[in-house]
């Protein structure tokens, strides 16, 4: 079956650091890979996505690479800033059949000053 | 302009109460879902529409259930709410097999 599971929480990181979430995923088929960001006490934005193989995604300074050899979808970026600081998920939409999402349990991160 | 809204945001409401949350999109989008956050912030899929067809039901109770007026609107209305349903219930849409877009969630309680 199809499936995600992300690096559990919480990150903790100090303004400025490198931040990498970890993303595996179980899918058949060549499913479409996603990140969405929740911020506290706010609803589900999509952060960044990637179609297809090798495809790179990126917003906000945030990327992550389909990897389908790895079956990975790692979140990175560079610097991180307090504002930051939030739950992140990943998630996949199957290939074929009806379009949904299957999310990964999220992970938090926390950015200190 | 706000692409997916749903109301209320916040409810609190006894067991055993009868309960409904509204939602609209005006993305002109074909399909869309209602997705629920219980506490440990794990997200899942109930349902889906496409075009006011049931597309998706994952084994929700029977308590709940879904109307779609039309297109651009699809309600959840839940019966005889248990203290097991507070979550957070999430509105989206989205063309056919396209990006799903989120609304900004509802805070359901049950006292």
């Known amino acids: 079956g199809n499936s995600v599971t992300q690096m559990e929480g919480p990150v903790t990181l100090s303004e400025e650091a490198f931040l990498t979430i970890n993303c595996t995923y179980t899918?058949?088929?060549?499913?479409?890979l996603f990140w969405y960001v929740q911020y506290p006490g706010e609803g589900l934005q999509l952060l960044l996505k990637?179609?297809?193989?090798?495809d790179k995604g990126s917003n906000k300074g945030f990327e992550a690479t389909y990897r389908k050899e790895t079956t990975s979808f790692h979140l990175e970026k560079g610097s991180v800033q307090v504002s930051d600081s939030a739950v992140y998920f990943c998630?996949?939409?199957?290939?074929?059949?009806?379009?949904?999402?299957?999310f990964g349990a999220g992970t938090r991160l926390a950015v200190h000053p | 302009d706000t692409a997916v809204s749903q109301t209320p945001k916040y409810l609190v409401t006894q067991m055993g109460n009868d309960k409904s949350i509204k939602c609209e999109q005006n993305?002109?989008?074909?399909?869309m879902y209602w997705y629920k956050q219980d506490s440990k912030k794990f997200l899942k899929i109930m349902f889906s529409?496409?075009?006011?067809?049931?597309?998706i039901n994952e084994t929700v109770p029977n308590r709940f259930s879904p109307k779609s007026p039309d297109k651009a609107h699809l309600n959840l209305h839940i019966n005889s709410l248990e203290l097991g349903d507070s979550a957070v219930y999430f509105c989206?849409?989205?063309?056919?097999?396209?990006?799903?877009?989120f609304g900004e969630g509802s805070w359901l309680t049950v006292v």
């Open positions: 989206a849409s989205s063309q056919v097999s396209d990006t799903i877009y």
């Open positions: 899918a058949t088929g060549y499913p479409s």
């Open positions: 990637a179609t297809k193989a090798d």
């Open positions: 998630a996949l939409s199957p290939s074929g059949g009806y379009n949904k999402l299957i």
């Open positions: 993305l002109g989008h074909d399909t």
């Open positions: 529409y496409n075009n006011k067809e049931l597309i």
